[in-house]
């Protein structure tokens, strides 16, 4: 009979003790197509496990609907994994950080009265509830017992970095068992103090999260659960970038340093599971933030190449070949053969000869749409990425400076994230959220009045610390004319996830607009976009890569070789200030910065 178990501090897979090698690939981060690739370097690298969270927003984008294809096709990963001989680890939150929107959490979580997340809330225990009883029977059968590759459940996600309630802990455990998930359960944490003390569950495996320091990291957990054994759940081999910030790239004394720790703990009998071994990619409109205090908000960037094992388009990297050398060490299994590179690409130019405003195709665009005396959130009207229109009217006259030595000035309170305002079809600038009462001085407006656009990119949901669950996007706080509120809005919700419907006409360079341009590939293979202008979106035949932002560091969006096809290929670029060029061009590499 099939079984997993962790017993006298060893993991036992049919009786016989495992050292567990795991690396962590998001399914929801890979090209579906791409799936067998990565695995196979998995394979080749040394690993006996892969490990991957399960992104609750991925899987119920609006309450009560649910999706389990594309890349959200969990099973047909899990089925994939198992094929190429190998465990899984896996991690269905209902929280999982992991630099995704929000931690995982639906936008429309948050709207609900009443909701407080991960704790023992009632509105808040009921929708994980919900969605558990989609979610876990998909998994019953492919767990290790029942013939599957599902070796261990995480319960929760670092929930000692957020709080200290074990009976929410324990009711999450439950409804593992309630659904028959009958493998070992374990938390993972940080691993110091009350980091341990608040994330750990009586008959669940306690794992630590670090970088460095393993012998100290393990010797914490022991002095707090003795009985074992030492896993570095999240082996932090690289790191995640934001935007305006430098790329993160160890140099050859770091990866030696990384490579050091690693062989400690592999040679000590210590299991490991890389965080990441193959990042992969935020597609469309994913990417999480960072941010807990006053105005601190870093949204992540496009690029989840973490700077790992596996780059981000599947290449080996010189970490690969070092860390690969540890394993056939430690294990003594042979694990010398070549990894070959992916195959690239690099199509000639693209000409963009068409455009299309998105202020002209509201009605194309808008998924939701409505009136309120005051704007909502995305969250209050149940969606959850992409941008939000709003537009009223501004009664007249409003006289310029020069005739009454005053200057009206618009005040958005408090925006979420970045805001681009027209009126009467002039555009007036952007402002971006921390850029306090964000202020826009008015011209002359005409006795009959004049129209106010605002749009509203969400660029993404703080997924770590207090601020998860608290990150609303829009307007939260009102429109002004200097202190005075201005009441009764049409919004339009924008998810920009159907852009068939677009009306072109002739190209024009201006602000939020969608430029349309034709490729033509005799071969197909991994590509990469120079970024396009200022700020922005692409899409490539209808598949979102993800945003592009001039303040770097990524210089290149990343093109998965199944988006790609022979022949002619459509690229739709959304740029929301200034292109650089009607010619769009790509590089023979993958610049990250």
Same mark, same amino acid.
């Given at each position: 009979m099939r079984r997993a178990e962790i017993k006298d501090g060893k993991i036992l897979i049919d009786g016989q003790a495992q050292q567990i090698i795991s690396g962590a690939i998001h399914y929801f981060r890979v090209h579906p197509a791409l799936w067998d690739?990565?695995?196979? &370097?998995?394979?080749?690298?040394?690993?006996?496990? +892969?490990?991957?969270?399960?992104?609750?927003?991925?899987?119920?984008?609006?309450?009560?609907?649910?999706?389990?294809?594309?890349?959200?096709?969990?099973?047909?990963?899990?089925?994939?994994?198992?094929?190429?001989?190998?465990?899984?680890?896996l991690r269905p939150g209902p929280y999982i950080c992991a630099e995704w929107d929000n931690g995982g959490f639906p936008g429309w979580l948050m709207?609900?009265?009443?909701?407080? !997340?991960?704790?023992?809330?009632?509105?808040?225990?009921?929708?994980?509830?919900?969605?558990?009883?989609?979610?876990?029977?998909?998994?019953?059968?492919?767990?290790?017992?029942?013939?599957?590759?599902?070796?261990?459940?995480?319960?929760?996600?670092?929930?000692?970095?957020?709080?200290?309630?074990?009976?929410?802990?324990?009711?999450?455990?439950? !409804?593992?068992?309630?659904?028959?998930?009958?493998?070992?359960?374990?938390?993972?944490?940080?691993?110091?103090?009350?980091? +341990?003390?608040?994330?750990?569950?009586?008959?669940?495996?306690?794992?630590?999260?670090?970088?460095s320091r393993s012998e100290e990291a393990f010797r914490n957990a022991r002095r707090i659960r003795p009985e074992g054994p030492d896993f570095c759940m999240e082996f932090w081999n690289g790191w995640f970038d934001h935007w305006g910030e430098p790329h993160h790239k160890h140099d050859e004394a770091q990866m030696e340093s990384v490579a050091k720790e690693l062989e400690s703990m592999l040679s000590?009998?210590?299991?490991?599971?890389?965080?990441?071994?193959?990042?992969?990619?935020?597609?469309?409109?994913?990417?999480?933030?960072?941010?807990?205090?006053g105005n601190q908000y870093n949204p992540t960037v496009t690029s989840?190449?973490?700077?790992?094992? !596996?780059?981000?388009?599947?290449?080996p990297t010189p970490k690969y070949y070092k860390f690969r050398d540890v394993i056939a060490k430690c294990t003594g299994k042979k694990?010398?053969?070549?990894? &070959?590179?992916?195959?690239?690409?690099?199509?000639?130019?693209?000409?963009?000869?068409?455009?299309?405003?998105v202020l002209d195709n509201l009605e194309v665009l808008a998924a939701v749409s409505g009136n309120e005396w005051t704007p909502p959130t995305m969250e209050q009207i149940g969606e959850n990425f992409g941008f939000i229109h709003y537009s009223t009217r501004l009664d007249g006259p409003f006289l310029p400076v020069s005739v009454c030595g005053y200057q009206e000035c618009l005040r958005l309170?408090?925006?979420?994230?970045?805001?681009?305002?027209?009126?009467?079809?002039?555009?007036?600038?952007?402002?971006?959220?921390?850029?306090?009462?964000?202020?826009?001085?008015l011209p002359e407006i005409p006795p009959e009045g004049a129209r106010l656009d605002i749009l509203v990119e969400n660029c993404g949901r703080i997924n770590y610390g207090p601020q998860v669950g608290r990150?609303?996007?829009?307007?939260?706080?009102?429109?002004?004319?200097?202190?005075?509120?201005?009441?009764?809005?049409?919004?339009?919700?924008?998810?920009m996830s159907e852009l068939s419907g677009l009306k072109y006409n002739a190209f024009a360079d201006q602000p939020a607009v969608f430029h349309r341009g034709y490729f033509d590939v005799d071969e197909v293979g991994e590509a990469f976009l120079r970024r396009p202008g200022v700020k922005g979106l692409v899409w490539v035949n209808g598949f979102n890569?993800?945003?592009?932002?001039?303040?770097?560091?990524?210089?290149?969006?990343?093109?998965?070789?199944?988006? !790609?096809?022979?022949?002619?290929?459509? +690229? +739709?670029?959304?740029?929301?200030?200034?292109?650089?060029?009607?010619?769009?061009?790509f590089s023979p590499e993958h610049l990250l910065g």
């Open positions: 690739d990565r695995l196979d &370097k998995a394979v080749a690298f040394g690993l006996n496990t +892969i490990e991957t969270y399960i992104p609750w927003n991925l899987h119920e984008p609006h309450p009560g609907e649910y999706c389990f294809s594309g890349l959200a096709d969990l099973e047909s990963f899990i089925e994939k994994v198992q094929n190429h001989g190998l465990y899984l680890i709207a609900i009265p009443g909701m407080q !997340l991960r704790r023992m809330n009632q509105p808040y225990l009921d929708a994980v509830t919900r969605y558990y009883d989609v979610l876990l029977p998909k998994l019953e059968k492919w767990m290790y017992p029942n013939g599957g590759p599902v070796i261990m459940m995480q319960v929760e996600n670092e929930y000692g970095s957020f709080g200290h309630d074990k009976e929410y802990l324990k009711y999450i455990s439950d !409804l593992y068992c309630k659904h028959n998930l009958n493998v070992p359960q374990f938390t993972s944490d940080g691993a110091y103090g009350h980091y +341990i003390l608040g994330g750990i569950l009586p008959g669940a495996m306690a794992a630590m999260n670090f970088g000590s009998g210590a299991n490991v599971n890389f965080y990441m071994f193959h990042g992969g990619t935020n597609f469309g409109f994913y990417n999480g933030a960072n941010g807990n205090f989840y190449d973490y700077d790992c094992p !596996l780059c981000e388009y599947g290449d694990l010398d053969s070549v990894v &070959k590179p992916v195959k690239k690409i690099c199509p000639a130019d693209v000409e963009l000869k068409e455009s299309a405003a309170i408090e925006v979420n994230d970045f805001a681009q305002v027209w009126l009467d079809g002039t555009y007036l600038g952007n402002r971006w959220r921390d850029e306090g009462m964000n202020e826009f001085k990150d609303f996007k829009g307007i939260l706080n009102g429109v002004a004319l200097e202190m005075q509120y201005r009441f009764g809005w049409d919004y339009n919700m924008l998810p890569l993800g945003r592009y932002w001039e303040k770097g560091p990524v210089e290149t969006l990343y093109i998965p070789s199944p988006v !790609l096809k022979k022949g002619r290929n459509e +690229i +739709i670029v959304l740029e929301l200030e200034k292109l650089h060029s009607a010619t769009l061009t």
